[in-house]
């Protein structure tokens, strides 16, 4: 099997996948696994992607030994001495041109490879040599990918550029492009110390690598086109500012809707650009379709109970949220502690006699959640922590009960910045949130954690007046919060995120020194709150679109 009909195989085998027809795709690529490259990755990259979606550690170990292979099969095609493991080597010209095309293209398919194992590594174990191994792989793939880079920058004048040169070039775009991005979105402090050990996190250069590479017909372009688009509809939100570019996300999946109208993962983009625009009921027929599209892989069902749980949580439609929160709650293997929380959280919103139908006891459902939570690359996961941490409220013979907890964690992710795009459904849940605060003024026995309930509402408060264009008082809500600092007893977080909404809000006014004031203020001040490591996230990317440098501060 040459390259050239490799990579026409490929070919086909990603059409298949993007037309739902996983096994198929699979079944295309198995007989050739072991004896070409590009078969190997394709295929190895197909049960990594399912183990990620699955979470079941027999498809993880699955995907770590069908990519064990891959790299072997790759290995076998590369250059002998390789150009990588002797580090004093700087790619010269003589080097490259003995370089063959197969040669190059091993180079590029190891590094894919050797990423893709990088990151099951960390979910597999929490061993802390699992941690470091999986932190050398990612390096040495970097190191290919820069050297490939070099290599592709030598020969671009080069007069014999064919298909599979091209297919390198899209290779290469991928990985830098992708580099580049994802460690841009990285606070200052720990960026500095990876360019410190040769990584670079240059975010322009990342988006105009993937931007050459989704414009290109190679294989990768698809690649670069779901990188981009993980970008736009979800890291710039729960990892940024919330303010995403929907303009490029639509025009990076147009093609694709044309070529693949019931693809389900392409459905399922379209169904969450809509959600950022706003249009939640379009999004939600979306939804379904997507699910309608396939049934051999649930999982792709879980992301749209997902989506369509919060689609609903925004319309306050409470019983439909808690229907998709429970299925989720059922069948997927993500987050359970999140899943019952979030049920449990929603049930809390239901009207008593909606409650009594569904048959479900909220005190023990908030109870499960500590015995349910996990560990990835040895860490708690953040979102887990927070939600076990509202949850032991319940712990007591006495149970303390949560305020607003749907739109608390509703908050967590983000979402106001979504709903915000609908003054109806903002003023409904200004609506909500006022009624809960009279409630709470109203209570004669205040508990130990009536501060930081009111503390919490304020926040919430002052974000549905952001939204709605009644800064003034958004201010006022975001300062009251602020004030009342020393009286918070538990959710320490609060201060922090506030002291970054306040400073978003000064930025919407264009009182730049006021914002990185509150914003720098937010990022020195406070240490071990919950979701510590999103807010230094969200805070790196509004500081950058104040185009501060971080590096001033310590």
Request: proline share 2%; with cysteine.
């Amino acid at each position: 099997m040459d390259l050239k009909c490799a990579l026409e195989e490929c070919s086909m085998a990603l059409n298949l996948f993007l037309n739902n027809k996983f096994s198929e795709a699979l079944e295309l690529l198995r007989p050739w696994s072991k004896d070409s490259m590009y078969h190997a990755l394709g295929y190895s990259t197909i049960l990594v992607m399912q183990a990620a979606m699955t979470f079941e550690q027999q498809d993880i170990q699955m995907g770590i030994s069908t990519m064990k292979e891959a790299l072997q099969t790759c290995q076998r095609f590369r250059k002998r001495s390789t150009v990588v493991e002797s580090l004093s080597n700087l790619v010269s010209k003589q080097s490259v041109d003995q370089l063959s095309e197969e040669e190059m293209h091993a180079e590029i398919c190891y590094a894919e490879c050797l990423l893709q194992k990088a990151a099951l590594t960390f979910v597999q174990d929490e061993n802390m040599i699992n941690f470091i191994k999986g932190g050398l792989k990612i390096r040495t793939s970097y190191q290919i990918y820069k050297e490939c880079h070099q290599v592709l920058q030598m020969t671009q004048g080069n007069k014999s550029k064919n298909e599979t040169y091209y297919q390198f070039e899209g290779g290469v775009k991928l990985g830098i492009g992708a580099f580049n991005l994802m460690l841009s979105l990285l606070p200052g402090r720990i960026l500095r110390l990876l360019e410190f050990i040769g990584f670079s996190g240059n975010r322009e250069l990342g988006l105009c690598q993937l931007r050459e590479g989704a414009s290109g017909s190679s294989l990768r372009a698809i690649l670069c086109t779901f990188t981009l688009l993980v970008y736009h509809t979800y890291v710039s939100l729960i990892l940024g500012t919330g303010e995403a570019n929907l303009q490029e996300a639509v025009s990076l999946l147009e093609p694709y809707l044309q070529k693949f109208p019931n693809g389900c993962i392409i459905l399922f983009y379209a169904a969450r650009i809509d959600i950022l625009k706003g249009n939640f009921e379009k999004a939600q027929l979306r939804f379904q379709e997507c699910i309608a599209a396939q049934q051999e892989w649930k999982q792709i069902h879980h992301l749209c109970y997902w989506e369509l749980m919060w689609c609903y949580t925004f319309q306050q439609n409470w019983l439909q949220a808690y229907r998709y929160a429970d299925l989720l709650s059922k069948e997927s293997k993500w987050s359970k502690a999140i899943y019952v929380f979030q049920k449990a959280a929603i049930l809390c919103m239901l009207p008593e006699d909606d409650l009594k139908r569904t048959g479900e006891d909220i005190v023990s459902l908030f109870r499960q959640v500590d015995g349910l939570k996990q560990r990835i690359a040895g860490k708690s996961i953040p979102t887990e922590k927070f939600a076990v941490r509202k949850a032991r409220r319940y712990a007591s013979s006495q149970p303390v009960k949560l305020v607003l907890p749907a739109l608390e964690m509703m908050y967590v992710w983000n979402g106001f910045a979504i709903v915000g795009k609908r003054a109806d459904l903002t003023e409904n849940l200004l609506v909500t949130i006022e009624k809960e605060e009279t409630a709470l003024q109203n209570e004669t026995n205040g508990n130990e954690y009536y501060m930081d309930d009111v503390c919490m509402l304020q926040l919430l408060k002052g974000l549905c007046l952001k939204h709605l264009g009644r800064l003034m008082q958004a201010e006022l809500c975001f300062s009251k919060v602020i004030q009342s600092e020393k009286q918070i007893k538990y959710d320490s977080y609060l201060v922090p995120f506030t002291l970054y909404e306040l400073g978003l809000l000064y930025k919407q006014q264009d009182e730049r020194e006021k914002a990185v004031r509150y914003i720098e203020a937010a990022k020195n001040n406070y240490k071990e709150y919950s979701m510590e490591s999103r807010l230094h996230f969200r805070i790196h990317a509004a500081l950058d679109s104040l185009k501060v440098s971080p590096a001033s501060t310590p």
